[in-house]
């Protein structure tokens, strides 16, 4: 048997295989056809648009773009199909490199799309998302995020396209798939050999990195070499300060807000502590306490406390030469800054204080959801869950001698597209 025979058997074998591993697995119904569409959720405009996980299908998700955008500044929040004039790059005839950038996160992508310039690090962001997923890390939305990063780049690269091998696509995932290695590892794959796009499952101190560039990048500025970068999520934290010799200091918390949701109803259990509709006082104060504790390590953080005390005392320090500090992460930013905007008054303040957090405990302290919710003149989804994150802000400050932070929005996708201006900077354009 000649070797091109062979390679075409080989070929024809392992595609049959690759078929039945997806039918296998739910992605494809057994009789080849596209298994039961679901739903995905479309922010800001709460559009609803169809998805199947099949290349030659992904028009029907695209075509859910066509006029499902709006513009401010320099960003297209979802893309504008056919407005070129949204999309033109000003590199247009020089050396430049596109890139698309997807952090991978438990409810939803976040994607960035943005030009950066060969030599001088120069860059022009084209579009940044935020495409909502069903929340969680279990086979049930694998499909939802494969179809949904697929549709994308074919999207990019029929409406975004340069020339041919000058997109670069980088994905990276953090916290929850960390910790639900089956399921990573089984969206890496299939990622992989549906799209061509490698998801990067990247470890907390790079994650923390990622936030210390993707923030100086968003605060020009600021002065990296005197900044202090606070990353809290639902699972974990970073604290992140930059050395003179151009490394990084990450100290990392094995608590989140989510987290600490979970230990303080057990804490609250343990105690007696009956909740209701209304966050009371006793439940303030016991926030209070139960946090105190974390920071010495308890059985619910298996005697570990939530930072090294080392790591601690070395932060301490920076915050004591008043470095400035920056909060990135949605708590910050969607939470928190949003409360004492509504309680200050003040609604594109990015700024706020210990004392802000103080105020607002007290005040919403006796009062139920409804009456935070209508006192603030919010519509949120949980104001009770909502104080008591506010508490563990509010005990990390008063821990680390924090008085005032300002927030930044980004996310790990700022981070990615912060190294590649920098690596961009060192390059010919002669490459």
């Known amino acids: 048997m000649s070797i091109q025979v062979k390679n075409i058997l080989l070929y024809l074998f392992s595609h049959a295989m690759f078929l039945g591993f997806l039918c296998g697995n739910g992605l494809f119904a057994a009789d080849g056809h596209l298994g039961e569409r679901e739903k995905a959720q479309v922010k ?9 996980p099949d290349e030659v299908k992904l028009n029907e998700i695209i075509d859910q773009y066509d006029t499902a ?15 070129t004039s949204f999309i033109k790059s000003p590199f247009e005839g020089n050396d430049f490199q596109r890139f698309v950038i997807y952090d991978v996160g438990s409810s939803a992508i976040k994607l960035k799309i943005a030009d950066v310039e060969i030599g001088t690090g120069d860059h022009y962001i084209i579009s940044d998302v935020r495409i909502s997923t069903v929340y969680g890390v279990d086979k049930y939305n694998l499909r939802e995020r494969v179809a949904t990063m697929g549709a994308i780049k074919h999207m990019v690269e029929e409406e975004l396209s340069v020339q041919k091998g000058d997109i670069e696509y980088l994905a990276v995932a953090t916290g929850g798939f960390r910790a639900a290695p089956r399921y990573r590892d089984t969206l890496v794959t299939r990622t992989l050999n549906m799209t061509g796009i490698y998801i990067e499952v990247i470890d907390q101190a790079t994650e923390g990195m990622l936030a210390f560039r993707g923030a100086m990048l968003n605060e020009p500025g600021a002065d990296p070499s005197h900044s202090i970068v606070w990353d809290l999520g639902g699972r974990t934290a970073q604290i992140v300060a930059a050395e003179l010799s151009g490394s990084f200091f990450i100290a990392v918390g094995n608590v989140g807000a989510d987290f600490f949701l979970i230990g303080l109803k057990d804490y609250f259990n343990s105690q007696g502590i009956v909740s209701s509709e209304r966050f009371t006082q006793e439940e303030l104060d016991a926030g209070l306490r139960f946090f105190d504790l974390l920071m010495e390590g308890t059985d619910f953080t298996h005697g570990e406390p ?24 949605g708590l910050h930013n969607f939470v928190i800054q949003s409360y004492v905007n509504a309680w200050n008054k003040a609604s594109d303040a990015h700024i706020y204080t210990d004392q ?19 006192g603030l003149g919010l519509n949120t989804k949980r104001p009770k869950e909502d104080m008591l994150k506010v508490v563990l802000v509010l005990g990390l400050m008063k821990t680390l001698g924090i008085h005032e932070v300002t927030t930044v929005n980004v996310n790990n996708a700022d981070g990615v597209l912060a190294e590649q201006i920098e690596m961009n900077k060192n390059l010919s354009t002669t490459h």
């Open 44 to 52: 800001p405009l709460k559009e609803h648009m169809d998805y199947v």
């Open 306 to 329: 939530i930072f090294e005390p080392d790591d601690l005392i070395f932060i301490k320090s920076k915050i004591a030469q008043h470095y400035d500090i920056y909060a990135v992460g």
């Open 356 to 374: 802000d957090l103080e105020n607002l405990l007290h005040w919403a302290a006796g009062k139920t959801g409804s009456e935070i919710n209508e």
């Open 69 to 83: 955008y709006y513009w401010e500044g320099n960003k297209t929040f979802l893309f504008p199909k056919g407005s």
